[in-house]
């Protein structure tokens, strides 16, 4: 059996010491197989962001371990970053595109950044399945905020990574865009055999992944299963109320 796209195992996260010490992650574990598509979910502090920033090696971890298609996560910053460049993509909610560079460069610059040879056709193809062939040569400023998310999306799939990590996507489009932002990456995962985790906020947008998987407290608090935007919904109003015995239990 091929390894878990991602295994996270005892993943524990402080900020600060002392008294005033927050736990961000208490001892968090989390095993997804390639070609699935999770949605992490959770009321604000609850550790998504967090665990979405150690999991692609963005933070570092006080404990535990991450595993990404079968290799650990590198503790050195150097060979951190160049793993990351090759084995994990991410679409941050600022998006990150380079100003100055077209849409076609802006896809092609972790190839560039990693040493590798660029494919011919391999950005323009990219972007055909993000549906912007016709933007190939366009500068970010000439492009709409669902368009530059789209691009990002490609660059992000460049690589093709273990697992592509996506920030709150669509917290910054309106419906009818995220809901094309959101059916692409659904295609990454069916079509393509991507890995996808996403951190949302909109029980609509979790509605589009396989699972979503709940944090509260800094701990996994529940996960479901081909969820609804309603079930989804639900869970989280209850969310609210098992966090005060969550924090007595930690404390």
């Known amino acids: 059996m091929d390894a878990p796209a991602l295994d996270v195992a005892g993943l524990s996260m402080t900020y600060g010491s002392g008294p005033g010490a927050v736990r961000a992650l208490r001892e968090v574990g989390l095993r997804l197989q390639r070609g699935t598509f999770t949605a992490l979910m959770g009321p604000s502090g609850s550790g998504k962001s967090t665990f979405l920033n150690c999991a692609a090696g963005l933070e570092r971890p006080v404990a535990g371990s991450i595993t990404i298609g079968g290799r650990t996560l590198p503790t050195d910053e150097a060979e951190a970053t160049l793993f990351r460049r090759e084995r994990i993509g991410i679409v941050f909610q600022n998006l990150n595109l380079l100003p100055y560079l077209s849409a076609r460069q802006n896809v092609e610059l972790p190839l560039r950044l990693a040493g590798h040879q660029v494919p011919r056709d391999l950005a ?128």
């Open 124 to 251: 323009r193809d990219l972007l055909d399945q993000v549906g912007l062939v016709d933007r190939v040569s366009s500068l970010p400023a000439e492009m709409s905020g669902g368009q530059q998310q789209r691009v990002a999306i490609a660059r992000a799939l460049v690589t093709r990574p273990d697992v592509l990590f996506a920030d709150e996507p669509t917290g910054a489009l309106d419906s009818r865009t995220a809901r094309n932002v959101l059916g692409i990456l659904r295609g990454a995962a069916d079509r393509m055999g991507q890995t996808v985790v996403m951190v949302t906020h909109d029980p609509v947008a979790a509605a589009y992944a396989d699972q979503v998987v709940f944090l509260a407290d800094g701990r996994i608090a529940g996960q479901m299963v081909n969820p609804t935007p309603e079930a989804v919904a639900s869970q989280m109003t209850h969310l609210d109320q098992l966090i005060p015995a969550l924090s007595g239990a930690g404390a």
